[in-house]
Structure formats: structure tokens, C-alpha cells
């Protein structure tokens, strides 16, 4: 049986250097690990936030199995490589390999180049450059402050360059139909892939190509095809359970639920690969029930045509077998139709046009169809029973002139319980078409989909062109299902800045900021509102790395987890939960119960629903929860009574309602915060921003992605001279200089009711209970106190206000 021969260390190879697996000191972040005699930089890394293992390598070809290197280890962790595997950490693999093929037509010849071939040892026709111009490049979203931030489009990116130009580099040899040595196209590949822990972007991977013609001749007839060699089995059988595949393209509409009772319907192509029948009454072995595939986000042009050729390797001809159309039968020149062997063969894979039949057919095309070839009678129930099976899906075509590229976008994408029924196995392989009946393409569908809307978001208007997509409406709200036709490669909506204010105050600077943006925007992706809380930033110098965080606010949630019994292990649920759905889902008293509370079930002592013992939680806060204005955060909003508007906009508001929900510059009450930043030099300039963030990433070391930092800053510069004048008390900060009710009634709600910061401390602090630099600490009961005897009770004839410090 033609398999591709692993080549176990490559340090047994002669003249090729080997790869260390071992962390170097240079190794302090995230820098590939690397021999300082590796020529060329090859590179296998592993994708690994989401739920599908993915490894990845800067050589054409994915998987790691047929990678040049066949390194088992990440080359950037050191950890061990998961090639294909899903879920992530179960031991079930659901891919070998697979790689890049290119074709095209050169002047009168026909040529192609490919990461891998897939059945031998060469083919490896794509290499890096040497280090460290050919290192991969890590990049990640993860943390803003660290430096492989800059650029980054996910959790886990992996950028990489190669080309097809080495004649000697290892894996490539002479075309095996032709004889004549390996002759490049002259491309350049920049290869970029994606990966994302979010629970709709998990289980994919999104994975962009850029094709250049660094050449001198032009390109014709230009095909690009992704080969993939699933081999799907539990890892700890070794590849004895790559025998029994199957393969196939799922095409159709996919109806995706929006909003409830609103769905859209998405048309998808996706070829798969699967186990026949997912090893479901496996006792030695974990079953693997699940499913991959590939599905083309972007192709070259418009016009390209889609094509789909599966096919089963072998050494003995009469196995070795692919479906082919009568009207485009080629012979091979090896006794059989499975194995493309050379550039022209290859060719006339990726070229065809062909979209394949489901392999499960194979026993029943009759010998007189009028479209295919009838596979060999005696072997056509093997075929339709699942074999060592591989695919290539492929688009084209096009011209590539001397320094013109290219884009090809596709995702790898993986799909939950393809198997559920032990028996369904046997309708094959008389009746394919209650075999396919019995297989669940749902969550395959439905991944494909969010994978296409990561990479092209619905709604999003990228080019700012007017148009954003195509939507429906869902009773009166606009719900979109496709993007722009614009790449986004992004999984997450993003916060939205807050309009803010910013006045100068003796010895201090006067921050106001309105939410409404921040608070309602609704991500594409959840279609929630994903707010988590605020930042104030202050610095002397504005330069981004000058800012520092001055307080925060963030919304009370929890991370909830739950003990799975299966597992023996407790588990993240993928959203966050709010104090108010805690509330009503799991309190004794429902909705308004004033005394359950998430933060008292701990991991030790979590929390047991009644009559379920086997429904176990604890909650975990999300960042600090600093929620209450005025105590855990200084912030305070400036109308703690107003109320949350009904209203989509301020504009909405009828004009006898004005004065209720909006402020006299018409924003919405609701939203207004307001904080005081004192102690401040006089006459020092500075910079002050107030951000939005949110939570939005599993990974644990995550930070929370937030608005723009020093971009939106505003400056302005404190008063001078001392904030209080005279004689203390006057704690409204009016230009009378006279201490009244309304100033007692400042210093109430700063201490009671908003916690409203005071425009000037001296003024507040009676006592003079913090000397000459009061700090918010100071005030206290007895400065009310005192307020309320020179007012009510001695009187301002008897009594005397203490002097300003």
C-alpha cells in the first residue's frame, strides 16, 4: 500500500541538520527554537487556543506529517506537536497532512510544485529561506502590551514565507513520469494562519495564501489545490486505523439560526474526509466519530472553477483507484487512476473541473454510466467501504504576470458527531444513499459557516463602500448573514470608545464621558452586547508607554464552571455570566434574591442545584468586578437616578421627555460618568483618555482587548493657586464663595448616596483632619457634622468656618 514513509528523526538523514526541540535561553518569549546550523529555517508550529489541533509549517504543507523537517515538537514551545488533532487533548487525530500544489502552464510546458505529494519521500518542493529570514513569525492578540501584538489578527497567528526555487534542497528529486529534475514555477508563497479560542471560532482554522510570480516568464493557466491525507484514527494505534476513510464534498444550503426564529440559509462546498463509521463499537480504541474538511473562502478570480478529485494510493495497480469522467480520462502511465505521479498528471488533477462523486458510491456507478468510467467491478465495494483515502480540491484558473500575486483563502474546519449510529454502516455498500442519510453534517455546516464569517464579517462595511453585506430583516431589527466580500480575518467585534469631556480644575482635571456607544453596540459575531468596563488613563508625556492606569470600572459577571462527570474535571462554560442571569437561573429566590451570590461557591465548595446532585457550579469574577460607583471604583455617575432609556438613540426621544432622559447637550443620562483626577501639578500639561474594553478571548493569560489608549487622548492643564479661598465649606465650588444648603448637600451625596467626587477637598474637609493636602479619605461624618452646626444649630452669628490651608 503506497504510503508516505515517515522519516522518523531527521537527524539520520545525511547532510541535513536536525532541528532542536529543546527551549534555548534566546527562547525568552516566543522566538522559534532553532539550530544555528539550520539551513533552510524549517518550522512546524502548532495551533492550539481552539478546540482543533492544527500543526502548521513553513515548507506547503500542513499537518506536520509531511512537512521537510517531520519534527515532532513545536518549534517555538518545544511542546509536542497535535498534527490534526480534535477535540483538542482527546488522542483522536483527524488529519495526516496536507499541502500546497501549484500548476501551471510555462511557454509550451506543463509544470507543478507541491509542499508534498503524499505518497513517498519527495515532492517536498517548497522551502523557507535560511534563519532567520525564513523563521515563522508568531504573532498573537492576546496581549497588547507584548511585542508579537503589533499586527496581530488572532489568538495564534503564524506567518511564513517559501518558495518552490530550491533544486537541491531535500524532498525535492526529478519528476517520477518525466525523469528530468524538479523545475519551478518561481513562487513565492506568503502563508498566513489563524486560530481563535472563542466557542463560535474554535474549531476552525482559517489559512491565507499569497502567490507571487517572482519570475521572469508569465503563468497561464494558473491552478492552486490544497491536498489533504486525513488518516483518521485514535493516536494511540498509530496510523493501522488509516485504512477505512471515507471522502466527499457536502454542498448545499445550510440554514444557520440568526436571531430566534430568524435563519438565513449560507450555500457551502466543503470537501471532507472522515472514518467510515467512526469506530462507534471501538472497545480497545476512543471512537472517532467527528469530521474535517476544507471549505474556499477566496479564490483568484470570480470565474474560477471549483474542483474536487478524490483518489486511494496503492502499489498494486488494481487498488490503486480515483473516479474519472469519460469525457476527460487520462492515463495515468502507472496501471491505475488514484495516483497523479508527476507534473502532468498532477495537472490534470488540480485542472479538470471534476467535482467527484461521494466515495461511498463507488459500488453502485453501473459499467454503461454515462459520465464515469465504472471503477473495477472486483474492487468497488472496498473503495465504497473506505480506504486510505486522500482528496484535492483545487480552483483556477488564471494568469500570474512576472510580479503579480495572488490571494487563496480557505479554513480547515472541523465537525462534532459526523457518526451516531453504530449501525448505519450497514446500508454500505449497497445503499450509499441511507448511509449518507444516517451521517450528521450539521456541525460541520455550521462551522464552515462561522469560519466564513470570521473571515469576511457580516455587516461590516471594510471598504467603507455604503455596502456591508446582505441581511434579513428579523422583526424590525437588521440582521446580517454576509459580509462585503471584503477579508476581515477577524472573530470578535471590537469596543467602542466613549465620547468623554475633559476640564481643568484648580489642582486637578475634571473627566466627564458618556457610554452610550460603549454600553449598546452589539458584537457581529455573539450578538450581545460584549461591554466589560472602563479605564482612566493619565500622562505627562503622551507617548504610549507613558500612560498609566488611574482606576477602572467593570460590570459584575462570573466565569462559570460546571464538573463534567465524563471527564472527572471541571470546565469553563465559553460566555461569561452576569450577576442578574446568576441570579435568576440559579437563586432560591429567583431574580431578586438578596442573598445568594455567585462569589460564595468556591471550587471548594461549589454549588449543587436541588434535586440535580450531579448539576455542580462555582463562579469565578471576571477581572476585579469593581462595580459600585464610588467604593470599589471612583467613578460616579453624574444621574444615579436616571433611568435606562427605551430609546434606540437620543434622537428617538419625543421632546416632552427630553428634560428626563437626556442632558442639556442631549446625550442619554444613563450613561454619564464622571470622575476627578486632583492632586495635580499647576501649569503641567496633561494627557488623559478614558477607554472601553472587553472580554473577549478563553486563552487564560488573555488581556482584555480596549479602545485606543494614547490615540484618543485630550490634554489640558490644572489651575493654579489653591482650590479652596478664605474660609472653608463651600464644598459646590460656587465663584460666591458662600457656604449654603446646597454645599451641605454635596458633601451628603459625595459621602452617601453617588459618592460624587468633590470639585475641591480642602473645602469639604472641616475638620482639617488631612492637613494641608486632604485626600478624598478624609472626608468624613464630622465634616458633615460641622456643615450642619454652622448652618442649623450655632449659626454662622456665633459660630467661625476654619481658614483654607
Known amino acids: 500500500m503506497r504510503k508516505i514513509i515517515v522519516w522518523g528523526s531527521i537527524a539520520t538523514l545525511a547532510g541535513v541538520p536536525t532541528l532542536s526541540s529543546t527551549r534555548t535561553a534566546v527562547e525568552t518569549g516566543r522566538g522559534p527554537v532553532t539550530s544555528a546550523t539550520l539551513t533552510p529555517a524549517y518550522c ?9 489541533g492544527l500543526a502548521i509549517s513553513n515548507d506547503g504543507t500542513i499537518g506536520g506529517q509531511l512537512s521537510v523537517s517531520s519534527a515532532t515538537h513545536d518549534c517555538f514551545t518545544g511542546e509536542d506537536l497535535r498534527y490534526g488533532e480534535f477535540p483538542l487533548g482527546s488522542e483522536t487525530m483527524y488529519l495526516f497532512a496536507g499541502a500546497l500544489w501549484i500548476g501551471a502552464v510555462v511557454g509550451t510546458d506543463t509544470l507543478v510544485s507541491t509542499g508534498a505529494d503524499g505518497w513517498s519521500t519527495s515532492g517536498n518542493e517548497f522551502h523557507p529561506d535560511n534563519p532567520p529570514l525564513g523563521n515563522i513569525v508568531y504573532r498573537s492578540t492576546v496581549d497588547p502590551r507584548a511585542l508579537e501584538h503589533e499586527g496581530a489578527v488572532s489568538e495564534q497567528d503564524y506567518i511564513a514565507v517559501y518558495r518552490d526555487t530550491c533544486r537541491t534542497c531535500y524532498g525535492v528529486s526529478n519528476d517520477q513520469m518525466d525523469g528530468r529534475p524538479h523545475i519551478p514555477l518561481n513562487l513565492e508563497v506568503k502563508q498566513s494562519s489563524y486560530a481563535w479560542s472563542l466557542p463560535h471560532a474554535e474549531d476552525f482554522v482559517l489559512i491565507d495564501y499569497s502567490i507571487k510570480n517572482i519570475g521572469a516568464e508569465p503563468l497561464n493557466e494558473v491552478y492552486v489545490g490544497v491536498f489533504v491525507d486525513g488518516d483518521v484514527h485514535d493516536n494511540n494505534m498509530n496510523y493501522s486505523g488509516a485504512g477505512d476513510d471515507f471522502s466527499g464534498m457536502w454542498s448545499g444550503s445550510h440554514s444557520t439560526g440568526l436571531e430566534q426564529g430568524c435563519n438565513a440559509d449560507v450555500e457551502l462546498d466543503v470537501a471532507w474526509i472522515a472514518d467510515n463509521d467512526g469506530d462507534l463499537d471501538e ?20 470565474q474560477s472553477e471549483v474542483s474536487f478529485n478524490w483518489f486511494v494510493s496503492n502499489g498494486d495497480a ?18 491505475g487512476t488514484g495516483t497523479p505521479e508527476g507534473d502532468r498528471n498532477k495537472y490534470y488533477l488540480l485542472s479538470n473541473g471534476d467535482r467527484d462523486y461521494d466515495q461511498v458510491r463507488c459500488a453502485t456507478i453501473p459499467i454503461d454510466d454515462s459520465i464515469w468510467l465504472p471503477p473495477p467491478a472486483d474492487w468497488a465495494h472496498l473503495w465504497s467501504m473506505g480506504l486510505d483515502t486522500r482528496y484535492v480540491l483545487s480552483v483556477g484558473p488564471l494568469t500570474l504576470e512576472p510580479g503579480q500575486s495572488t490571494p487563496l483563502t480557505f479554513a480547515y474546519v472541523a465537525g462534532e458527531n459526523l457518526h451516531t449510529d453504530s449501525n448505519n454502516f450497514n446500508n454500505l455498500p449497497e445503499n450509499p444513499d441511507a448511509y449518507l442519510a444516517g451521517l450528521d453534517f450539521s456541525d460541520l455546516a455550521t462551522n464552515a459557516v462561522w469560519a466564513g464569517w470570521v473571515y469576511d464579517n457580516p455587516g461590516v462595511d471594510t471598504d467603507s463602500d455604503g ?33 468623554f469631556w475633559l476640564e481643568p480644575r484648580p489642582r486637578g482635571l475634571w473627566v466627564r464621558w458618556n457610554g452610550f456607544a460603549s454600553e449598546s453596540e452589539v458584537d457581529w459575531a455573539t450578538r450581545q452586547v460584549e461591554f466589560e468596563g472602563y479605564h482612566a488613563y493619565l500622562s505627562t508625556a503622551g507617548a ?3 500612560f498609566a492606569c488611574l482606576a477602572s470600572y467593570d460590570v459584575e459577571d462570573f466565569y462559570r464552571y460546571h464538573w463534567d462527570g465524563a471527564l472527572l474535571e471541571w470546565l469553563r462554560s465559553p460566555y461569561r455570566i452576569t450577576i442578574d442571569e446568576a441570579l435568576c437561573l440559579y437563586a432560591s429566590s429567583g431574580c431578586n434574591d438578596a442573598v445568594w451570590h455567585p462569589s460564595d461557591y468556591t471550587r471548594q465548595a461549589p454549588y449543587v442545584m436541588p434535586g440535580h446532585p450531579d448539576s455542580m457550579f462555582y463562579f469565578e469574577p471576571v477581572l476585579a468586578n469593581a462595580w459600585r460607583f464610588g467604593l470599589e471604583t471612583p467613578f460616579v455617575k453624574r444621574y444615579p437616578e436616571a433611568t435606562k432609556p427605551l430609546y434606540a438613540r437620543p434622537s428617538d426621544v419625543p421632546q416632552d421627555s427630553a428634560d428626563f432622559y437626556l442632558t442639556p447637550d442631549g446625550y442619554f443620562k444613563y450613561y454619564e460618568y464622571e470622575f476627578l483626577i486632583d492632586r495635580l501639578l499647576p501649569e503641567q500639561t496633561y494627557w488623559v483618555t478614558i477607554t472601553a474594553f472587553e472580554c473577549s478571548s478563553l486563552v487564560p493569560e488573555a488581556i482584555a482587548p480596549e479602545t485606543a489608549i494614547a490615540g484618543n487622548a485630550k490634554t489640558a492643564t490644572p489651575l493654579a493657586g489653591p482650590c479652596c479661598h478664605g474660609t472653608m465649606g463651600n464644598a459646590g465650588c460656587d465663584n460666591l464663595e458662600k ?17 460624587r467626587p468633590l470639585c475641591c477637598i480642602e473645602e469639604g474637609d472641616m475638620d ?3 492637613g494641608g493636602s486632604p485626600v478624598p479619605a478624609d472626608i468624613t461624618l464630622l465634616d458633615v457634622m460641622i456643615l450642619v452646626d454652622y448652618l442649623f444649630i450655632t449659626g454662622p452669628d456665633n459660630m467661625t468656618l476654619p481658614e483654607c490651608p
Open 739 to 755: 457656604v449654603t444648603l446646597q454645599d451641605l448637600m454635596v458633601l451628603v451625596d459625595h459621602l452617601f448616596i453617588s459618592g
Open 44 to 52: 512546524n508550529a502548532a495551533h492550539n487556543v481552539g478546540r482543533l
Open 544 to 546: 504610549p508607554s507613558d
Open 768 to 770: 482639617q483632619s488631612g
Open 467 to 499: 455596502y456591508a453585506g446582505d441581511y434579513q430583516m428579523c422583526e424590525d431589527d437588521t440582521v446580517w448573514y454576509h459580509g462585503d466580500g471584503v477579508p476581515d480575518f477577524c472573530a470578535t467585534g471590537q469596543p467602542v470608545a466613549p465620547q
Open 283 to 302: 472497545t480497545s480504541w476512543t471512537p472517532v466519530p467527528h469530521v474535517t474538511g476544507v471549505c474556499m473562502m477566496r479564490w483568484p478570480t470570480v
Open 318 to 335: 488494481s487498488l490503486d483507484f480515483g473516479p474519472m469522467r469519460r469525457a476527460k480520462q487520462r492515463d495515468f502511465g502507472t496501471g
